[in-house]
Each structure stands twice: as C-alpha cells, then as structure tokens.
C-alpha cells in the first residue's frame, strides 16, 4: 500500500496482477474471474428516478395520442432518408480478482478487481444500406481508491503505464487505457464490485460523448443527417462545460440532430404534468401512434430540458409484457425556440413515422428485446459486440 517510486521499479512477474500486486503494495488472491453483466433481455426498469414531467414540449398541444401510419405509408413510399447514423455504446464487466491492503491497526481488507472492455460504435446508412463506420475500443480496470495510499498525483498514469509494458499483454497487442479508482469510504450503500462497475459505465457514457462530438465537428450530422443513439440521452455534462458558458452551449448544440431511442424505461416514475404516473396511458397506446410530447428536466443533469415522447411499433398482441414493443424516444431541447415553445409537432411526427418504419425486418430469435428493437440499431450494437475480445481471451490476460 505505497505509490513510492521503488514500486515503480521492474516488476517481478510479468502477469498483469502480479504487477498491480506489486505496484500497488497489495496481496493478490488469485480469485475466481466471472462477468457481472446481466443477459439482454426485455425488461421494465422500476428503479428510482426524479424525473418529472414539467409541461408539454411541442408545437401542437396534443392531449391524446397521435395516429402516424398514414405518415408512415407515405414516408415508406419514397426514397429519401433522414436517420442515417446509428450509435451504441457498450461495455462488459468481469471481476478478476481479490486484492487485500493493510489497514490501521495491522488489519487487512480485500477488495474486488474489476476489468471491462468498453466498445462505441457507429454505422452510417448509405444508399438503403447500413454499414459499420467508426468503432473504438478501450480495456479499463477499476482498483479500490486505497491502493494509493500516498494520493500522489499521477500514480494511476503511471501504473496504466508500467501496465503496457507487459509482454504478454504486448504479444497480443493490447493495452490498459486507464485504470478508474473507485471509492471505498463506509458511507456509501452501494457494494464495491457496483462502485467499480459504475466507474466503468461512466468512462463508456463519456466515450458516447466524445464519440458524438466528433461526428458533429466532422460535419456529418445535419437537419438531413440524424442520428439514433441507442438509449437515453441523460448525458451529464462536466464541471468544465457548466462552468464555461461557451463549452456548456457547445455541449448542448452536439445534440441538435441526436434523438435517443430506450428500448426499457421506466415509466412508472414518469409523472404527467398533474403530478400523476401514468403509466397505463403508454401502455395502452395503439399500433403505429404517438404520445404527445412532455418536457422534464433531471436535477442530478443541470439546466438541460429534454423533450420525451413514445412510439409503438408493434401490436400488443404481439407481444408479452405492456411495454413490449414501445420506444422511448429522447431529444435535447437546443435552441431558443424549443425551449420557449417545444419542438415543432411536424418534426416530431416525421422523426416518428420514420422509426416505425424502422421496425423491419425484425431481429426475432436473435434478441428477445426484437419487439423494442429497430434494426439498424439492432445491426450496431451486433457490429459493436462482435469486437469484443472474447470472454476466455480477456480473462486469460489476468
């Protein structure tokens, strides 16, 4: 339990726990390695949130649902194209060791090592064809905050670097981007393994920043140009951008052509603007309709005002649980105008009809989520797994 320079000495062993052993001054058990990722599987979220929604977000003050097959029909009739890029990001999680640190007092405690692939990856439409366009991939690890004792500066670069030396690891060209410290204070609830998961789902949420940024300063993304982030869009922007007005505004203006599409949420905890859930009201929504759109802001995100509504692509008879079947479609409220007066109704039913016919072919027997699954995102997130190292090759390293 030292950062002193001598542990940054050449190491004893070249495996990569030996040498965070040894680096870190703890005692590595050699525990047993498995991942913490749950199956993909169609589900509900009941978990807590704030979310509330405040007022509606639209041009027109559509106080029931809104029929969008006819738009369908006549969208699906010509060729013309605005979704055309697709993102998913993704990351696994495995826990691939124990490593114990000496207390106060001559005692000991041991901690779990975490390890994660993460994986951010695009495919762009050209011509009615989708194809892969960018992907980027990082091995991160996530330590107990305790194996720096010292809290020096530059202790976790260091050994990331002292990492990357490693032959093997070298023989199969790979390398630790990172390693994310996780807290290990007493006045937390949540387990360890789950403070080091969620240090890992931080890194990949901003990795989908980053990833999205970069499409915007290249240009492609465009009234013409959209694109469909797998997920929410609940993006917390950093101290720097809120406290740099110009970074803040440029933050919120990368997601003027980004609409997130949820395939599980949770609509349990989404109150109408009487301050009532009501969740059987998106339930109950017919085939190829709309709900209106609400706006609501999450405390823990800012000031940033996200407009929210839901889509069903397919029947309820179809389908095994209520929300089968429905999306949840995310948009950042940009400019001025939306933020007065809320995106223009037309917008939306466009950007709507379009997800439905989306709808096809479907990815039935491949995904038991297919009834929520659009199949271009369908097609990313497949493009995005399929670069993973395997499960037996990543936990061999350790």
Not at 240 to 255: E, I, L
Not at 265 to 284: L, Q, R, S
Request: one cysteine or more; hydrophobic letters at 30%; aromatic letters at 10%.
């Amino acid at each position: 339990m030292s950062s002193t320079n001598e542990h940054f000495s050449k190491p004893k062993h070249d495996k990569v726990m030996n040498i965070l052993a040894e680096v870190t001054g703890g005692k590595s058990y050699k525990g047993h390695k498995y991942g913490l990722d749950h199956a993909d599987r169609p589900s509900v979220d009941y978990g807590n949130s704030e979310i509330i929604w405040k007022r509606r977000a639209e041009t027109t003050q559509h106080r029931t649902y809104v029929d969008l097959s006819g738009l369908c029909k006549k969208l699906a009739s010509r060729d013309d194209q605005i979704l055309s890029y697709f993102l998913d990001g993704s990351r696994r999680v495995f826990k691939v060791d124990d490593i114990a640190y000496r207390q106060s007092g001559g005692r000991s405690v041991i901690y779990p090592v975490i390890a994660g692939q993460i994986g951010v990856g695009c495919c762009r439409r050209v011509d009615k064809k989708v194809a892969p366009a960018k992907f980027k991939r990082e091995f991160v690890l996530s330590m107990p905050d305790v194996a720096d004792a010292d809290g020096k500066s530059g202790f976790w670069p260091a050994t990331t670097k002292k990492l990357s030396e490693c032959i093997e690891l070298k023989k199969l060209g790979i390398e630790f981007s990172t390693i994310l410290p996780y807290k290990t204070s007493r006045n937390e609830d949540k387990k360890f393994e789950d403070r080091a998961t969620a240090c890992v789902q931080d890194r990949m949420i901003e990795a989908e920043k980053e990833f999205v940024a970069e499409l915007v300063r290249e240009g492609k993304l465009n009234h013409n140009n959209y694109l469909v982030k797998d997920g929410s869009l609940e993006y917390r922007p950093t101290k720097d951008d809120k406290t740099d007005k110009k970074r803040y505004q440029t933050f919120k203006n990368n997601y003027n052509w980004v609409i997130g599409a949820s395939k599980n949420f949770n609509p349990e905890v989404c109150e109408d603007i009487n301050g009532k859930p009501n969740p059987g009201f998106i339930a109950d929504m017919p085939l190829y309709h709309r709900t209106p759109v609400a706006e609501y802001e999450n405390p823990m995100l800012g000031d940033i005002k996200f407009a929210v509504w839901y889509i069903r692509l397919r029947d309820k008879k179809q389908t095994r649980t209520p929300f089968d079947g429905i999306l949840k479609i995310e948009k950042i409220l940009v400019t001025g105008e939306e933020i007065e007066a809320g995106i223009d109704s037309e917008l939306v039913d466009t950007l709507s009809a379009y997800l439905i016919n989306e709808r096809n072919p479907v990815c039935y027997g491949s995904d038991l989520r297919w009834a929520n699954h659009i199949y271009p995102i369908y097609l990313t997130e497949s493009f995005v797994k399929s670069r993973y190292l395997s499960t037996e090759s990543f936990l061999h390293l350790f």
